[in-house]
């Protein structure tokens, strides 16, 4: 067994769940999802959050806006649909039974 | 002293070290070739350039005007490489990779003569190409040489692409042979220019 592999395995299922999750709450552009994310250490590098926005984009979850910067070039802001809040939701119930059949087993 | 190069990224346009750029240009076509599989790879390419372009303008101050090597490593480390993506990625995105090693006879524009016909045809076999040319002399002496070789050069197709010529010589198609052959052809470039 590779405890890397497991540790990565356990944090991707986890990671498209924390996206939705940080856009639940605001409308957010990549960078500050990205800033979230590390915080929290779901994401090691970078690159990993930008092929699952444009899926969550695809599978009509998540929907984007321009909206000019003054620090630069304009910035894709990206919300959460009404599916992407259905979804979510959905997703906040299982983690919630996962945690506890977690903690059931591990503290008995 | 170092020449720079001037390039656009993300809407940006930077000064960047020679030696910095050409690093640069290979960690972005590795990732062109780990997202060519995926629906609007275009998009989440053009969403990293973007982010890359931010970090790289976090990176110059009024007295630091030029992107170096090691911000250009730097950055990688942080976006991550192919490996390093695909390693938070599921594992079926992985596997598309792997595709068996096709096999299939090509003409060979880099090594050929005519048509590149016998280069081929070598690298099909693994053999040398000296004596794929001298059956085919010997045919042609015969006489029917030059109508198989023109039959072959209606037939086989050119191994554009760095897949392609990867197929010929039988080798699976995947991200660590393609990076091979491109560095080899980058290498090559650079020899032919002396640089």
């Known amino acids: 067994m590779d405890l890397e592999n497991t540790k ?19 409308s957010c552009y990549a960078s500050d999802i990205i800033k979230e994310l590390k915080e929290a250490k779901v994401i090691v590098v970078e690159g990993t959050l930008y092929p699952l926005l444009t899926r969550q984009k695809n599978a009509g979850l998540l929907s984007y806006r321009w ?5 630069g070039p304009p910035r894709k802001y990206y919300e959460l649909t009404k599916e992407g809040r259905e979804y979510l939701a959905d997703l906040d119930n299982s983690w919630d039974e996962l945690v506890e059949s977690v903690n059931m087993i591990r503290t008995r | 002293m170092k020449i720079t190069v001037s390039i656009n990224l993300g809407g940006y346009s930077f000064n960047i070290d020679e030696d910095a750029y050409s690093d640069l240009k290979r960690y972005l076509k590795n990732l062109e070739l780990h997202f060519a599989g995926e629906e609007s790879s275009s998009e989440i390419l053009s969403d990293i350039e973007a982010r890359m372009s931010e970090l790289f303008r976090g990176k110059l101050t009024t007295y630091k005007q030029v992107i170096t090597i090691e911000d250009v490593h730097q950055v990688i480390s942080v976006m991550g490489t192919p490996e390093d993506i695909s390693a938070n990625e599921s594992t079926s ?8 090693g096709y096999h299939r ?19 099909y076999w693994n053999i040398e190409v000296w004596i794929v040319r001298l059956i085919f002399f010997c045919l042609a002496m015969m006489g029917v040489g030059v109508l198989i070789y023109f039959i072959l050069y209606i037939v086989l197709p050119e ?3 760095t897949a392609q010529k990867i197929e010929m010589k039988g080798e699976p ?16 470039v650079r020899k032919n220019m002396n640089l």
């Open chain 2, 159 to 161: 191994a554009k692409t």
């Open chain 1, 67 to 71: 909206e000019e910067s003054q620090q």
């Open chain 2, 173 to 188: 198609v995947n991200i660590h042979n393609i990076k091979e052959s491109v560095k080899k052809e980058f290498e090559n």
């Open chain 2, 93 to 100: 995105n992985r596997e598309k990779f792997a595709s068996p």
């Open chain 2, 105 to 123: 006879m090509y003409r060979d524009p880099d090594h050929r003569i005519i048509g590149g016909i016998c280069a081929g045809i070598a690298a």
């Open chain 1, 8 to 26: 990565a395995q356990m944090r991707k299922g986890i990671l498209e769940y924390c996206i939705l999750s940080v856009l639940s709450r605001s």
